[in-house]
Structures are given as C-alpha cells and as structure tokens.
C-alpha cells in the first residue's frame, strides 16, 4: 500500500518515518519539493495524491479545505483521505465552530473516503502509542471499507484494536476535533506527552 502524506512539518515527518519503519512505501508532497532536503521522497502534493493508495492530510488545518481542493476533486476518487489534522486559529479557536474540518473535506471531495483520526493527542504520542500506557484513538468516517484500512495502518505503529474506537460516520469528526480546545488545555497545563483513555 503506497502511503502520501501532505505536508511536510514535523507531523508528516514523524508519520512518514513511523510507517517507513512498519514497513509501508510513503512520499510526502509538499508546495515546493525542489526546497527541501528529507530522507523520506518529496514530490509535488498532485503527484503524490495520483500515486497513492491512502492519502494523509498533515497540512495546518486552517488551510487545508483550500489545499485539498486546489489539488482537484477528482484526484481524490475512490482513495481513502486520513485526514489528521486540526483547523485552529493561531489563537486556538476552532475554525469550524458548528462543522469539522472533516465534514467540509467530505463535502468538498465526494468520491473519496474521508476518515478522521490521529487529531487527538500529539504525533509523537500517536505513532508510538507504546510510549504510554493504553489509550485510546478515534475514527470517523462514512465508508467502513476506509476505516479498515485506516485501523491497519493504526495497528502498524502499535494500536491494538481495543484501543481503536471507531465513532460512526463523518458527522463525528466534530467530536474529536472540536475536543482540541480540551486538548490544548491540557497541554498548556502540563505539556504534550499525554492521551486520554476511554473507560466503560
Ligand atoms: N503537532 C502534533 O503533534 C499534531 C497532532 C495531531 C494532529 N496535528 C495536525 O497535523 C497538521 C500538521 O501539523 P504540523 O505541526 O506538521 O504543521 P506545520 O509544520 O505548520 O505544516 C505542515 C506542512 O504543511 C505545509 N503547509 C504549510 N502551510 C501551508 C499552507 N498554507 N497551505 C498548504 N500547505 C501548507 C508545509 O509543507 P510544504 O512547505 O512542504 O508545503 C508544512 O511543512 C496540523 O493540521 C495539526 O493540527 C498535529
């Protein structure tokens, strides 16, 4: 499975070397290739939604409906779109107070498969969930043929499946997004290597 990640931060970095290391084939994309120097290959963010399987948006999230569009629509069908990312103000308001960043990139990209996850704890947390104790980690989307693909690749970096709670539709994107306010709380009140865990 080719694995294209968008962006090229330390989110997309961290990402791409945890999947690297399971063992998956991943490229990043990036607005200008040409300028940067990773280990990881770089390609401009069209060729490298054309080439892969399982897309991964890790662009800022206030940007990233404008980025994803501007790719194409149709570049996207039938692909599953990980998207991880967070839509904030610089400010750490949401950017989509009554939807999700979620909802607006399934609107936006109907024939792909949109599958909301890894917004909900830091990076280096999410792809080695080992670093703690058990946690839990979320998914929303509307095709549970994508959310199968994404729980594997969730069970690469060392998610067990208990650990996986899959929310429902796309709709509960607004759940685990709209939480950043809570998550940054957090953060701010003791740093970023942390998760929560959803007991019953
Ligand atoms: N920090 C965490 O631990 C964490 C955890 C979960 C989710 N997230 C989410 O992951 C996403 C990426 O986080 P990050 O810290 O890696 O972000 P970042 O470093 O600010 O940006 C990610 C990359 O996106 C591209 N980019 C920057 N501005 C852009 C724009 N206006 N339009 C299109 N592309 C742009 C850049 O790559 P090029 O210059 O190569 O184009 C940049 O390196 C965010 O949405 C964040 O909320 C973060």
Do not use: C
């Not at 940067?36 to 662009?59: F, I, M, W």
């Not at 104790?133 to 060392?158: E, M, Q």
Request: glycine letters at 10%.
């Amino acid at each position: 499975m080719r694995i294209g990640v968008l962006g090229t931060g330390g989110v997309a970095q961290t990402m791409a070397t945890a999947w690297s290391k399971a063992g998956r084939e991943v490229t990043l994309g990036s607005r200008d290739p040409g300028s940067k120097s990773l280990e990881v290959l770089v390609r401009p963010l069209a060729d490298v939604v054309a080439g892969a399987d399982v897309a991964v948006n890790a662009t800022p999230g206030a940007d990233s409906l404008d980025t994803l569009i501007a790719i194409g629509a149709p570049s996207f069908a039938g692909k599953v779109l990980t998207d991880v990312a967070n839509a904030n103000t610089p400010s750490f308001e949401l950017v989509y107070p009554n939807s999700s960043l979620g909802e607006k990139l399934q609107d936006a990209l109907p024939s792909a498969h949109v599958v909301k996850t890894m917004n909900t704890a830091a990076m280096t947390v999410l792809t080695d969930p080992a670093s703690l104790g058990p946690s839990s980690v979320f998914l929303s989307g509307n095709d549970a043929n994508a959310k199968a693909t994404v729980a594997g690749l969730l069970a690469d970096l060392g998610w067990a499946e208990d650990a996986i709670i899959d929310l429902g539709d796309i709709t509960t994107a607004r759940g685990v997004e709209h939480y950043f306010l809570l998550f940054a709380a957090l953060m701010q009140a003791g740093g970023p290597n942390f998760n929560i865990r959803v007991v019953r």
